[in-house]
């Protein structure tokens, strides 16, 4: 195994049990280590430090483990039961809830991989080489270690680095295509296309906040702005929303929705979806004069990496100060970023502006984030990507 030593005292993250080492922190390599091979870390004397994939670029080594041990099937077997273990002991796994994230990256201690369950069929996303690599061993110990699950469908050709040599497929490692499978969240049904949908199909992400709008919603008019699959619009419809309009700019994520609507609440009249441009709905809604009970804002991330950060905080403050414009008084925004790059701090400050420059008086009712399928490492931070306010508007 290739020795990769640090310079002095850049050892001091590992020890406090970070997952990533960065370029800058190496003082010598011993060999010459492909992107995605298993290396070993080592201080400046060559103490042992932690395992892990060698990849190129700023973020140079993601660990796997911090002690000295045998990494084989067995290794990554046993970190698979211990995620889904971790579910199901937490009540995540149930007839009324056959979807969920099995492995959520460095909250799991597998950095660089996405796994989310929908009834048998698990979904996997590589992050980086190392994980790409041992796609395969990962499968079948899914297979092996979560139960009902038949099928890996293997879903990376969009998250891999781009500075990769390898040119990855989408498709099926253990199983095959199966009729339209319905995930059940909740006691709720929603149908999710794995093989054409953004991420992993669904943002499972969003269950817990989807439960709070259901109870806020009853004889409201309820607003879905960026509503992909229509989640939020669907636990609206069940919490006795009076009307739930949804909007997104795809008009296949406005057919998703109607689809998942009409499978829950057939001919129901209370839903209308509208494929439109967000910030061009909310301006004809303020011409209309059309305001709303509820107003859901969760676009996709305005910034994905630093360089993006302040146009990114610009237009969270613009559109969050449209739906201040758009909501009645007594009226509640459910409102997120799931840009990790924004901070909690940030992204609160970009939604007080807007709301400043309202004039109208706003309360903080709850602080999101996300779900116990979605842990965050405490010795990783960054993990905590998904912030949420639930805010009452006078």
Same mark, same amino acid.
């Given at each position: 195994?290739?020795?990769?030593?640090?310079?002095?005292?850049?050892?001091?993250?590992?020890?406090?049990?970070?997952?990533?080492?960065?370029?800058?922190?190496?003082?010598?390599?011993?060999?010459?280590?492909?992107?995605?091979?298993?290396?070993?870390?080592?201080?400046?004397?060559?103490?042992?430090?932690?395992?892990?994939?060698?990849?190129?670029?700023?973020?140079?080594?993601?660990?796997?483990?911090?002690?000295?041990?045998?990494?084989?099937?067995?290794?990554?077997?046993?970190?698979?039961?211990?995620?889904?273990?971790?579910?199901?002991?937490?009540?995540?796994?149930?007839?009324?809830?056959?979807?969920?994230?099995?492995?959520?990256?460095?909250?799991?201690?597998?950095?660089?991989?996405?796994?989310?369950?929908?009834?048998?069929?698990?979904?996997?996303?590589?992050?980086?080489?190392?994980?790409?690599?041992?796609?395969?061993?990962?499968?079948?110990?899914?297979?092996?270690?979560?139960?009902?699950?038949?099928?890996?469908?293997?879903?990376?050709?969009?998250?891999?680095? !781009?500075?990769?040599?390898? /040119?990855?497929?989408?498709?099926? =490692?253990? &199983?095959?295509?199966?009729?339209?499978?319905? #995930?059940? +969240?909740?006691?709720?049904?929603?149908?999710?296309?794995?093989?054409?949908?953004?991420?992993?199909?669904?943002?499972?992400?969003?269950?817990?906040?989807?439960?709070?709008?259901?109870?806020?919603?009853?004889?409201?008019?309820?607003?879905?702005?960026?509503?992909?699959?229509?989640?939020?619009?669907?636990?609206?419809?069940?919490?006795?929303?009076?009307?739930?309009?949804?909007?997104?700019?795809?008009?296949?994520?406005?057919?998703?929705?109607?689809?998942?609507?009409?499978?829950?609440?057939?001919?129901?009249?209370?839903?209308?979806?509208?494929?439109?441009?967000?910030?061009?709905?909310?301006?004809?809604?303020?011409?209309?004069?059309?305001?709303?009970?509820?107003?859901?804002?969760?676009?996709?991330? !305005?910034?994905?990496?630093? /360089?993006?950060?302040?146009?990114? =905080?610009? &237009?969270?403050?613009?559109?969050?100060?449209? #739906?201040? +414009?758009?909501?009645?008084?007594?009226?509640?925004?459910?409102?997120?970023?799931?840009?990790?790059?924004?901070?909690?701090?940030?992204?609160?400050?970009?939604?007080?502006?807007?709301?400043?420059?309202?004039?109208?008086?706003?309360?903080?009712?709850?602080?999101?984030?996300?779900?116990?399928?979605?842990?965050?490492?405490?010795?990783?931070?960054?993990?905590?990507?998904?912030?949420?306010?639930?805010?009452?508007?006078?």
């Amino acid at each position: 195994m290739i020795t990769i030593q640090l310079k002095p005292k850049k050892e001091e993250s590992l020890q406090r049990f970070h997952p990533w080492l960065f370029s800058g922190a190496i003082q010598k390599i011993e060999g010459n280590p492909t992107e995605g091979e298993l290396v070993k870390l080592v201080d400046k004397n060559g103490d042992f430090l932690a395992l892990g994939h060698y990849q190129i670029g700023s973020i140079a080594v993601r660990v796997v483990s911090f002690q000295n041990e045998k990494i084989d099937d067995a290794f990554w077997s046993r970190k698979i039961r211990l995620a889904y273990e971790m579910r199901k002991s937490l009540g995540l796994v149930t007839a009324k809830n056959n979807t969920y994230r099995l492995i959520h990256g460095e909250g799991d201690t597998l950095p660089g991989l996405i796994v989310d369950i929908y009834d048998d069929t698990a979904v996997m996303q590589a992050h980086s080489i190392g994980m790409h690599e041992i796609r395969e061993t990962l499968a079948k110990a899914i297979v092996e270690n979560v139960p009902d699950v038949k099928n890996v469908y293997y879903k990376s050709e969009t998250t891999l680095p !781009f500075k990769a040599a390898i /040119e990855p497929e989408d498709g099926y =490692l253990i &199983g095959k295509e199966t009729e339209q499978i319905d #995930a059940i +969240e909740n006691g709720l049904k929603f149908q999710v296309d794995w093989l054409r949908g953004q991420k992993t199909g669904f943002f499972v992400d969003q269950r817990e906040n989807r439960s709070l709008l259901e109870r806020y919603s009853n004889g409201k008019s309820v607003l879905n702005m960026f509503c992909y699959t229509g989640g939020f619009s669907v636990y609206a419809m069940r919490g006795g929303a009076e009307l739930v309009h949804s909007v997104d700019s795809s008009a296949k994520a406005i057919d998703l929705t109607n689809k998942n609507v009409e499978i829950n609440f057939p001919g129901d009249p209370r839903h209308t979806a509208y494929a439109e441009d967000a910030f061009k709905y909310l301006n004809n809604l303020q011409e209309l004069e059309q305001k709303y009970d509820v107003i859901i804002l969760d676009p996709p991330a !305005f910034a994905k990496h630093r /360089e993006a950060l302040r146009n990114a =905080l610009k &237009g969270y403050k613009r559109l969050n100060a449209k #739906a201040f +414009e758009q909501i009645k008084p007594g009226g509640i925004l459910f409102t997120f970023s799931c840009s990790q790059v924004v901070s909690k701090e940030q992204f609160r400050l970009a939604v007080f502006s807007a709301a400043a420059e309202s004039k109208r008086h706003v309360r903080i009712l709850h602080q999101l984030s996300q779900p116990a399928d979605h842990p965050i490492s405490i010795y990783h931070p960054e993990g905590e990507y998904l912030k949420g306010l639930v805010l009452w508007v006078e």
